[in-house]
């Protein structure tokens, strides 16, 4: 295995660690994490994986209980697979506007798709913690305004510090400039 595999997947599986520390709710670093692991991981299987590894372990972590509720761990583990798709437009061009821009598109997808499966989760779950209709979805989105400040500073800050960060170890160990985590 390369070295930038390992300095990678070392940043990645540190968000893990990051995330069981004490913060503000919905201030944690899995956006930007996998983010980071599709912009430099060039292996398909591992740029999705990773992410998703590092959000089991994190949960296992923290002792997460929520797995009564399949279709919304499937709303937030599906949209860190696709917040790596959106990493994967970052391979040629790692600007900070290009980096900053995913990093927002990210949030907006995170808070999209897992209030949608709040609400659409009364569908199977009852009682409804919504009501199943126009109103009760714009009231589940109303709802998570006060959390979604916290994902989009969260997803900006660690999306700095990661890319920042390898930026930066590439620049002073040659080894990891000019090549991508390759596996």
Same mark, same amino acid.
Request: positive net charge; proline residues 5%.
């Given at each position: 295995?390369?070295?930038?595999?390992?300095?990678?997947?070392?940043?990645v @599986?540190?968000?893990?660690?990051?995330?069981?520390?004490?913060?503000?709710?919905?201030?944690?670093? @899995?956006? %930007?994490?996998?983010?980071?692991?599709?912009?430099?991981?060039?292996?398909?299987?591992?740029?999705?994986?990773? *992410?998703l590894?590092?959000?089991?372990?994190?949960?296992?972590?923290?002792?997460f209980?929520?797995?009564?509720?399949?279709?919304?761990?499937?709303?937030?583990?599906?949209?860190?697979?696709?917040?790596?798709?959106?990493?994967?437009?970052?391979? !040629?061009?790692? #600007?900070?506007?290009?980096?900053? #821009?995913? !990093?927002l598109?990210?949030?907006?997808l995170?808070? $999209?798709?897992?209030?949608?499966?709040?609400? $659409?989760?009364?569908?199977?779950?009852? *009682?409804?913690?919504?009501?199943?209709?126009?109103?009760?979805?714009?009231? #589940?989105?109303?709802?998570?305004?006060?959390?979604?400040?916290?994902t989009?500073?969260?997803?900006?800050?660690?999306? $700095?510090?990661?890319?920042?960060?390898?930026?930066?170890?590439?620049?002073?160990i040659?080894?990891?400039?000019?090549?991508?985590?390759? %596996?």
């Open positions: 295995m390369n070295r930038n595999i390992l300095a990678v997947s070392a940043i @599986l540190s968000a893990a660690f990051i995330r069981v520390i004490p913060h503000a709710p919905n201030f944690s670093p @899995l956006g %930007a994490m996998a983010l980071f692991a599709g912009a430099y991981i060039t292996n398909r299987w591992l740029a999705f994986g990773l *992410p590894l590092t959000l089991l372990i994190s949960d296992a972590l923290m002792g209980n929520g797995w009564q509720y399949p279709d919304q761990i499937i709303s937030v583990y599906g949209t860190f697979l696709l917040i790596s798709l959106i990493g994967r437009t970052l391979h !040629s061009s790692k #600007s900070i506007w290009r980096v900053g #821009s995913a !990093s598109a990210s949030s907006v995170f808070f $999209a798709v897992t209030n949608l499966a709040v609400w $659409a989760g009364g569908f199977l779950h009852q *009682p409804a913690l919504y009501p199943l209709n126009a109103a009760g979805i714009i009231e #589940s989105y109303v709802a998570a305004i006060p959390f979604f400040h916290h989009v500073f969260s997803d900006l800050v660690y999306s $700095a510090l990661f890319f920042g960060g390898y930026y930066i170890l590439q620049i002073n040659p080894a990891l400039s000019g090549r991508e985590a390759k %596996a």
